[in-house]
């Protein structure tokens, strides 16, 4: 008899440890909660972020199969401060190697070790490989790592006429997107800041291409974004842009499945000891995600407003880098030039001065360890998605300085619609750099103020919804589940076509 091959999900993610977490998770839950065999196809970068997330991916590469496909080079193909731009490019450069490692696993004369492609799940920034999909006739998916009010911006934006756009651009006019809190210039995405920029052309092709997918998978839960997901979800509103069913299959920020075996005591970080060491949420963690530098001016401004808050910290902090706030995404060697020079760009004595209340970490830190950690009671963060479910989840009230990207989007969901944070304000007389003042007070808002206290509450009763979705029977994971039946339904019928 032939023997019975599971169903294989083959998934194309982009490079950055904010795609490759989720990611990660999400094949995680293919293997264990929908008994799929998962391939993940990955680029291969030498940054060092990048070299981390491979550690990180091949931590687990006994439950699935992990492709690096050939390396790419984009250095004299695009010249753009635009972070997502460049990823696009990337992936845009590896669809070949991608189409043949697809060919090869769906062709039945090869000798593949692995079973024919039974559905395609790309990354947002590998919309174009849905046409792959699409030739060989296997069922396709966006796995949108980010909100569902990211979604919906992506694909309603292409919807709009070009006039419209530019009026938000240049008259600051809003966007009223169904569904979403009105997108205010103030808090829109970076590529809608300048009308001309090809960035927002390539932002609207990956959005419209996005909609012919067959379904959309979002790190979100039902209970944090019901209007979005409503107005996703209804033919009258973004419904009729899309193709097929939008599954909440998130929060991708509590691991499920096979846990791996306690570190050994002397692998365990010293920000985790450093920590027990701290009263019960009484230290705020700051830390702007895998990319996010600071210029030389705002780390001392960081760092003073820090000290002046009288609060316990720990900070993840990086070598200042001018006029780029995500200077360390996808940068070589950005690893190397902090670790011990830290001093030289921290304020005089700052950190001896600090050295009871703060611990000042170079470069990269257990994050989610850290979150999870009962010390810490506040979370200045750059907002990305990542960063942020990871403090929903851990009930931990966030200051929301958002940077690049969709960073200020997000700022204005976790403050005006999840109830979960307070905003930090950028003066505009300062050119961008926030003072010691405005730190000072934000860190004192979150971590002894009565605001504060109430925000946590707040939080607190979302990190429970989160559990709740993700366990067995509630909304994320009876939404994978249907995810698992529509692809077989699909195949059947691009098998029938
Ligand atoms: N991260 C980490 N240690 C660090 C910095 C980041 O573990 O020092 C992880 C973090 O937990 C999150 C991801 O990297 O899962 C960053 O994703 P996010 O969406 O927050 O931000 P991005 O890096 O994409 O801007």
């Known amino acids: 008899a032939t023997p019975i091959t599971k169903p294989h999900a083959a998934m194309f993610c982009s490079p950055g440890m904010g795609h490759l977490v989720p990611f990660f998770e999400l094949a995680k839950r293919f293997v264990t909660q929908l008994d799929f065999q998962v391939t993940i196809f990955v680029l291969s970068i030498t940054d060092a972020s990048t070299i981390r997330s491979h550690q990180f991916l091949h931590s687990a590469s006994n439950l699935f199969n992990i492709v690096s496909l050939p390396p790419v080079d984009i250095s004299g193909l695009v010249d753009t401060p635009f972070i997502g731009t460049k990823i696009a490019m990337m992936m845009h450069q590896s669809l070949p190697a991608l189409r043949s490692a697809i060919s090869e696993m769906t062709s039945t004369s090869t000798s593949s070790d692995l079973p024919p492609v039974t559905a395609l799940i790309v990354d947002i920034f590998g919309i174009e490989a849905l046409a792959i999909a699409e030739e060989f006739r296997i069922p396709k998916y966006v796995f949108d790592i980010s909100s569902a009010w990211y979604l919906a911006t992506m694909l309603y934006a292409p919807t709009l006429d070009v006039k419209v756009l530019d009026e938000h651009a240049n008259k600051k006019l809003p966007i009223k997107i169904p569904g979403c809190t009105t997108l205010h210039f103030e808090d829109t995405h970076d590529v809608f800041e300048d009308p001309n920029s090809p960035a927002r052309s390539r932002f609207l092709c990956r959005g419209k291409e996005a909609s012919t997918a067959d379904g959309f998978l979002v790190n979100t839960w039902e209970d944090l974004e019901p209007k979005t997901l409503k107005a996703l979800r209804d033919t009258k509103l973004l419904g009729s ?45 700051v830390s702007f995600g895998s990319g996010g530098t600071l210029s030389a001016k705002q780390t001392i401004e960081l760092a003073y407003g820090l000290e002046l808050s009288q609060q316990r910290f720990v900070w993840l902090v990086r070598a200042p880098v001018e006029n780029d706030a995500s200077g360390s995404y996808l940068t070589v060697g950005n690893d190397d030039r902090a670790g011990n020079i830290i001093s030289d760009y921290l304020p005089d004595g700052f ?62 969901m976790l403050t005006e619609e999840f109830g979960v944070a307070i905003r930090l304000k950028v003066s505009s007389s300062s050119n961008g750099v926030v003072g010691r003042e405005e730190v000072k007070m934000m860190v004192r808002r979150i971590m002894v103020d009565e605001e504060g206290h109430s925000i946590r509450s707040r939080v607190k009763e979302l990190k429970h919804s989160a559990r709740k979705a993700l366990s067995e029977g509630g909304t994320s994971y009876c939404s994978l589940s249907q995810v698992a039946k529509d692809c077989q339904i699909r195949l059947q019928a691009y098998s029938d076509l």
């Not at 009962?374 to 958002?402: D, K, Q, R, T, Y």
């Open 241 to 285: 842009i899309i193709r097929g069913p939008v599954y909440p299959v998130g929060p991708m920020a509590i691991p499920v499945g096979p846990t791996p075996p306690p570190q050994p005591v002397s692998r365990r970080s010293h920000v985790l000891d450093w920590l027990d060491l701290q009263p019960t949420e009484s230290v705020i963690y």
């Open 351 to 412: 950190l001896s001065r600090t050295y009871n209340v703060g611990l000042v970490v170079p470069t990269w830190a257990p994050q989610t360890e850290i979150l999870g950690h009962p010390s810490i009671g506040g979370f200045l963060s750059h907002c990305g998605w990542n960063s942020s479910i990871e403090s929903i989840v851990n009930g931990v009230p966030m200051v929301a300085w958002p940077f690049y990207a969709d960073h200020k989007l997000t700022a204005a």
